[in-house]
């Protein structure tokens, strides 16, 4: 038995295009029966997929020659390729040893993410990862890999801000009304356009906790979907004019051409909310609300240029978390690493401590068999004795043996078994 490594092969949004990912990609109901066919590949103890829109990655064990173990992963991935072309090479990665253990923690923790600081990915290889555990293509290393990568990615959410702000023209929109408003409870939002990007940001207005959703299109039914969707309440677009003054924050999202919310209709809104603020959002390009409401006192009028410059921000400030990150994933890449540096000596420590424990039942039982007086009490008193003897002689070895670095000199090892004529573990 030789010294297990860990390795990832794959690609991703960094290495190919959508269509090069898409023609590897595995279907849901492929996952199971692809882990399986991984795992029988030579040289393969262990595998797991992870299959998301941004990447395609084989992560496994070996005990065998990685380079040698990652190549068959890449030829299985160019066969399992759906679309025809140009070769796969080009787009594929391998890495093992250390820069897989690194490059998981950072997957698991976003700073791979096409957007970083993303929450999806966590829960996404922890559902991959499940499918390969369900298959039965996991054991201990990858157990181990995993749930490290796991905890890993929580203290990076917990010690940095990686996550912290909005990133996305929609969200940055709904975290600048929470700065206007401290809280979004109790306050009424209305959204005039509900597809795609309308749709989007009542999702993030009703994460943030909005008390009320009024939702509005020029096709009802549309509206109406929304407001089914969301909670909220549906309006004919020909009237939300008249409830207009109920909304403390409007966000447009009417790819319209013209102004679909203009200067005296908001005025009329002020006047019956007695001068309480309205919060104006124009996410849509062309701009349909008329830029002169941004003329009256009491209304605050953004529009998407500046939430663009918002989550530009944002994402300066979370590439700047990055970087502390960075620091914590190389932590505890080293700290995995001695954990599966210690599974080649394992092997060792067992048989050392078997053969030891057996000399000494053997030469209790002997000295019991010449003491046929003594009783149950001193017996167990002598076990007792023996064995902490046994113990306190190992202590030392062991904790040297368990010392070594990973793929480091293995005088140790061999000395042990040597010495103390161990069996040696590739014939175990």
Known sequence: MSQPDVLIVGLSHRTASLD?????????????DVNRRLRALDGIDEAAVVCTCNRVEVVSSTRHEPAAAAAGIADFLRHARTIPGADLAPHLYQYWGREAVRHLFRVASSLDSMVVGEPQILGQLKQFYARAAGAGTTGTVLHRWFHKAFSVAKRVRSETGIAGRAVSVSSAAVELATDIFDHLAGKTAMLIGTGKMGALTARHLMASG????IATNRTFERAVDVAREFHATPVPFEQFPK???????????????????????VQEALRERKGRPMFCIDLSVPRSFDPRINDLGNVYLYDIDDLSQVAADNLGERAREAEKAE????????????WLGH?????????????????????????LNQLKDLG??????????????????????????????????????????RLFDLEDPEDS
């Open 376 to 417: 149950p009490r001193e017996r167990e008193l002598l076990d007792v004795m023996t064995t902490a003897i046994v113990n306190k002689i190992l202590h030392a070895p062991i904790a040297r043996l368990k010392q070594q670095d990973h793929r480091a000199e293995t005088f140790y090892l061999d000395a042990a078994r």
């Open 327 to 338: 620091a914590i994933v190389v932590e505890e890449v080293e700290a995995f690493y001695r």
């Open 210 to 213: 909005v008390g009320t959703l």
């Open 343 to 367: 599974l080649e000596v394992v092997p060792t420590i067992v048989a050392l401590r078997d053969k030891i424990d057996a000399i000494r039942r053997a030469e209790l039982q002997k000295t």
């Open 243 to 265: 409830y207009l003054p109920m909304a403390d924050i409007v966000i447009g999202c009417a790819a319209a051409g013209e102004p679909v919310l203009v200067e005296s209709q």
């Open 20 to 32: 090069v990912r898409e023609s590897v990609a595995f279907a849901d109901d492929q996952i199971d």
